[in-house]
Nanobody, 124 residues
């Protein structure tokens, strides 16, 4: 069992940056592929980025490629999402997730554990 807790969300102006963190409790964090998703009001939860168990491989949705960077620190049981050049369209609740599916997992169904989410609001 893995419990995930996101942090780092908040209000930022367009063009700004935020760094989200997702702390995992429980053992064997390094056995999980980690991912980030987001859900805007009235919309489905969508895939953003994923990182392999050892952190060597990443994969991004086209919508965030070049602006967002996923990373992980297995010694700290934490995965990060660095978000740059934020736009009002990035406003959403951001979720981290852990899974064991083959890489890259881009579907919600490929993840076994989810955090509660952290709100990111980008003002124009």
């Amino acid at each position: 069992q893995v419990q995930l807790v996101e942090s780092g969300g908040g209000l930022v102006q367009a063009g700004g940056s935020l760094r989200l963190s997702c702390a995992a409790s429980g053992r064997a964090f390094s056995r999980y592929t980690m991912g980030w998703f987001r859900q805007a009001p009235g919309k489905e939860r969508t895939f953003l980025a994923t990182i392999s168990q050892n952190g060597f491989t990443t994969y991004y949705a086209d919508s965030v490629k070049g602006r967002f960077t996923i990373s992980r620190d297995n010694a700290k049981n934490t995965v990060y999402l660095q978000m740059n050049s934020l736009e009002p369209e990035d406003t959403a609740v951001y979720y981290c997730a852990a899974g064991t599916s083959s890489f890259p997992p881009t579907l919600r169904s490929e993840y076994n554990y989810w955090g509660q989410g952290t709100q990111v609001t980008v003002s124009s």
